[in-house]
């Protein structure tokens, strides 16, 4: 979060004082964790653009060959009627994948107002001034803050049929107890009529999943280790990076891919006025990075209530954007 260029100052305490509760909360419980949507400041927005290009990390090349090449399919599943509506990206980031889309719908005319949503008002700015210059006659709203915050001020905003985007595999930074929460709790937030899209990575080789989130040049690892250098920024820690080490492991039976921080050694971190002991090799859990089945998606849909509109894969078939609908 950038606290310095911001005039709504009891907003930006509000997200420190959230910041530092989620960290000491995360850190005082066993096993200590940290939550991954503060990963993403300057710094780590910029990191995790080098990670998307990396030739290890598969993700983004499937998800983009299913909005660059098949794009009139996506616009026929998530609007059929060809009717005024909203875009509403859920961690729009930089909206690489979306822009196919976007492009798409300004060029036929549809009648509709695109709203990024993302944690990261940096990343939010670049993606404005971005668009600006790419779709100048695109409609745009930006939204920082949280999911489901930031859907009911857009359901404040119009009125129109809702279309919620969820890429890139965000639903695998939940474990599966938590995706069926978001998803129920999403088709709360939404009214009948309203579609979401949703990008779930598939189970595949072990070896190309493991591959692409620990990769040989260390910019996964960076990524993870710059949340301690945020948390020592702008909550007054005092991490030292160097003792600690990136760890990844992936499960290819539950899906689960998963990024942890490890403990070189006993050490105390102070953050702030608190104190956090560290045994030697102890683990901070830092992210999931869940990997889906067919028929565990489809338990997913039916869990939160949604009806099936449709499906597209990418020509690899590791990658699937799915699309329900809110009865």
């Not at 790419?134 to 489901?148: K, N, R, T, V």
Request: hydrophobic share 40%; glycine share 6%.
């Amino acid at each position: 979060m950038n606290l310095q260029v911001n005039p709504h100052t009891k907003v930006e305490d509000h997200h420190v004082d959230s910041f530092l509760t989620d960290v000491l909360k995360g850190l005082k419980s066993s096993p200590k964790r940290l939550s991954s949507k503060y990963f993403y400041d300057k710094t780590g927005d910029r990191l995790f653009q080098e990670i998307m290009v990396m030739p290890e990390y598969y993700l983004t090349k499937c998800e983009l060959d299913i909005f660059k090449n098949k794009t009139a399919d996506l616009i026929r599943l998530i609007n059929p009627e060809n009717e005024p509506f909203d875009l509403i990206e859920l961690g729009a980031g930089d909206a690489m994948k979306s822009t196919f889309l976007l492009k798409h719908l300004v060029e036929t005319g549809v009648q509709f107002t695109y709203m990024p949503i993302d944690i990261s008002g940096n990343i939010l700015s670049i993606l404005k001034e971005k668009l600006g210059r790419e779709l100048p006659a695109l409609e745009i709203s930006a939204l920082e803050g949280d999911y489901f915050q930031m859907l009911q001020k857009a359901a404040s905003l119009s009125h129109r049929r809702k279309v919620i985007l969820f890429l890139g595999s965000n639903i695998g930074n939940m474990n599966i107890e938590e995706a069926e929460s978001f998803c129920h709790a999403l088709n709360r937030n939404l009214s009948s009529g309203d579609r979401v899209l949703i990008g779930f990575d598939l189970k595949k080789n072990p070896h190309t999943i493991l591959n692409a989130y620990n990769d040989k040049n260390g910019i996964t690892a960076a990524f993870n280790l710059n949340l301690l250098t945020r948390i020592n920024r702008e909550l007054g820690a005092d991490f030292d990076l160097k003792q600690f080490q990136h760890y990844q492991t992936y499960d290819p039976v539950s899906g689960a891919c998963k990024s942890y921080l490890v403990s070189l050694k006993e050490q105390t971190v102070k953050i702030g006025n608190e104190s956090i002991l560290f045994e030697e090799s102890e683990l901070i859990d830092m992210e999931i990075s869940q990997k889906f089945s067919a028929e565990k998606i489809e338990e997913l849909r039916e869990k939160s209530d949604f009806k099936r509109v449709g499906e597209i894969k990418d020509s690899k078939n590791w990658f699937v954007d799915v699309i329900w609908q809110v009865e």
